[in-house]
């Protein structure tokens, strides 16, 4: 899922919509206050030997890409989604490491999925002998239907690699594939452990993933998720971000009475009319200061032009800059449906957390500082963004009660995702990012960055 610096907005009528509600990006408002920014840290001395490895490992990098590209794996393809979870699982195993396959199933009080099966998680784990555990994070789902993937077929043009769901986030798996190779290769192993989860329901909303995160926030000292690292088309360059939002899903559903329109409208109870003076009224609960919005999105009621509707039902999207405002919003939405416009009416709305925040920690602070060092090694700055813009990851379940520090957005830069729009990667981001990731695990495990 899912960052708004990639992202423009959705134009897939109806396959898309779900993952707008469950989990896409949307606008956060301008002017949000961010706070301020951890200083960069001074440049750090280079690895050359792993420099130059990563360079040439630009062109294998792009082999596996195509090949993930190639798979089809919308959230809700289940054959696609097990294809490539059988990809995933055997590079890891081809590198060492235990895996396993874990199932999910959405929770049955979910608003939209109510049971539903998902895409498998693959856990991957190897022991080490050094200091700290460290997991690595990214999701192999997309937002796109099967089919989709022959009118944006994997591509090289100059410096763009182009394929459906390629920037979110077949980028970030592969990248977590060839760190994990590249250091199996090298003999590296000084860290406690190693872990890679790549989970299959991101895009809506990890209903079935998230609590496993959370679980494994708790038990690693450092998670780096390898969403997108800034957009292709946005002025600046490479960044990491210590912040992402927290979304919910609001479904409300007013029950009327039903009568004929043009005869007797007054015996009836307009449950349309109500549900429209809710909606109106919760405008008053967004604070854009404080980039706390709630915007209703799909709305029903009736079925036949004479009859007053005896049902409206209506969902919202509500994101948040913290878990605090998301209560406020429940709080806010649940009390305000006390006070009706048309009496004899019954309103029920549900308010279903579908992603926390991720606020940063300490520890979370000095891992990004230590990136600014590493890429400051390399001659290339590296911005650090500590202010959420709409969108919401699985860094923030990883980050919910973490043992140490989560870090997001250590894949490349691109462009395109969730939209009609051709989407690419920038094929020069690989080696930098590759050398940052690989060198972020390399000195965590070492236990080098202090917090």
């Known amino acids: 899922m899912s960052l708004v610096s990639l992202r423009r907005p959705s134009l897939l009528a109806g396959a898309l919509a ?7 990006c949307a606008p956060m408002a301008p002017n949000a206050t961010a706070p301020a920014s951890p200083p960069p840290q001074a440049a750090l001395p280079v690895d050359a030997a792993l420099r130059a490895q990563t ?8 082999k596996t890409l195509e090949t993930l590209v190639g798979i089809e794996s919308g959230s809700r393809d289940l054959e696609g989604l097990r294809q490539l979870a059988g990809t995933v699982a055997e590079r890891l195993r081809q590198a060492g490491m235990q895996v396993e396959t874990r199932p999910t199933r959405a ?3 979910h608003p939209q999925l109510k049971g539903a099966e998902l895409g498998s998680m693959v856990y991957a784990t190897r022991k080490g002998t050094g200091a700290k555990k460290v997991l ?5 789902d997309t937002v796109y239907p ?3 993937g022959a009118k944006q077929p994997f591509r090289i043009d100059g410096d763009r690699a182009y394929g459906l769901g390629i920037a979110d986030d077949k980028q970030g798996v592969a990248l977590i594939l060839h760190v994990v190779e590249l250091l199996a290769r090298n003999g590296f192993n000084d860290y406690a452990e190693l872990g890679v989860l790549i989970n299959g329901d991101e895009e809506v909303g990890s209903p079935g993933s998230g609590p496993f995160l959370t679980e494994l926030g708790g038990a690693y000292d450092a998670v780096f998720s390898f969403e997108g690292g800034g957009s292709a088309t946005a002025r600046g360059g490479d960044m990491v971000r210590l912040a992402t939002s927290s979304i919910a899903i609001v479904e409300m559903k007013v029950t009327g009475k039903a009568s004929h329109a043009g005869a007797a409208p007054e015996q009836g109870r307009n449950a349309l009319y109500e549900l429209a003076h809710q909606m109106l009224k919760s405008r008053q609960f967004g604070d854009p200061a404080k980039g706390l919005q709630i915007n209703w999105t799909v709305a029903n009621a009736g079925n036949s032009r004479n009859v007053i509707p005896a049902e409206a039902t209506a969902i919202a999207d509500v994101r948040s800059l913290t878990n605090a405002d998301l209560d406020l919003m429940e709080a806010s939405l649940k009390k305000s449906i006390e006070d009706k416009l048309i009496p004899d009416t019954k309103i029920d709305l549900s308010f279903y957390r579908s992603r926390p925040a991720f606020v940063s920690n300490a520890a979370s602070r000095a891992l990004a500082q230590h990136a600014t060092g590493l890429y400051g090694g390399l001659g290339m700055p590296l911005e650090i963004r500590e202010r959420a813009t709409g969108g919401g990851t699985d860094a923030a379940f990883a980050g919910l009660r973490p043992r140490g520090g989560v870090l997001e957005s250590f894949g490349l830069r691109g462009f395109g995702a969730h939209s009609n729009d051709d989407e690419y990667v920038l094929v020069s981001n690989v080696g930098p990012r590759l050398y940052l990731a690989a060198r972020m695990v390399m000195d965590t495990g070492r236990g080098q960055i202090g917090w």
Not at 18 to 24: D, E, I, M, Q, R
Not at 55 to 62: D, I, M, T, W
Not at 136 to 140: C, G, K
């Open 18 to 24: 779900s993952a707008l509600l469950l989990g896409a």
């Open 55 to 62: 360079q040439a490992e630009v062109g294998p990098y792009l």
């Open 107 to 109: 929770p049955g009080f």
């Open 136 to 140: 690595l994070i990214a999701h192999m």
């Open 146 to 148: 099967r089919g989709m």
